[in-house]
């Protein structure tokens, strides 16, 4: 079972913090863990992702410079900071997870097998 938090609204240029943990048994690290959105209408986006050990990351250019993707493992967690945020980052925020090997195509959703209930971010101009 894989939960986010940290959602809510925000101005723009502010920050949120989002938090994906995973339940159960699995720690986190076992998994590589992607984080995406999506906003009525349009399909879903890949926003971040990284991989086990954590020294392998990858971004949405849309994202680059202002979001920072990273492992805790002391509380097994992923975290996704975003910064310098936009109105056009309004959405719903999704963590996924895989056991599957760290590959260039990590920020497409095919890859992920297990999904949260997402959080909604909101950002105001």
């Known amino acids: 079972q894989v939960v986010e938090s940290g959602g809510g609204l925000v101005q723009a240029g502010g920050s949120l913090r989002l938090v994906c943990v995973t339940a159960?048994?699995?720690?986190?690290?076992?998994?590589?863990v992607g984080w995406f959105r999506q906003v009525p209408g349009k399909e879903r986006e890949g926003v971040s992702c990284?991989?086990?050990?954590?020294?392998?990351?990858n971004y949405a250019e849309s994202v680059t410079g202002r979001f920072t993707i990273s492992r805790d493992s002391a509380y097994n967690t992923v975290v996704l900071q975003m910064d310098s945020l936009k109105p056009e980052d309004t959405g719903v925020y999704y963590c996924?997870?895989?056991?599957?090997?760290?590959?260039?195509?990590?920020?497409?959703?095919?890859?992920?097998?297990?999904w949260g209930q997402g959080t909604q971010i909101t950002v105001s101009s």
């Open positions: 996924a997870t895989h056991r599957g090997p760290y590959t260039d195509a990590e920020l497409w959703d095919y890859r992920y097998d297990y």
């Open positions: 159960g048994d699995s720690l986190i690290d076992k998994f590589v």
């Open positions: 990284i991989n086990r050990s954590g020294d392998m990351t």
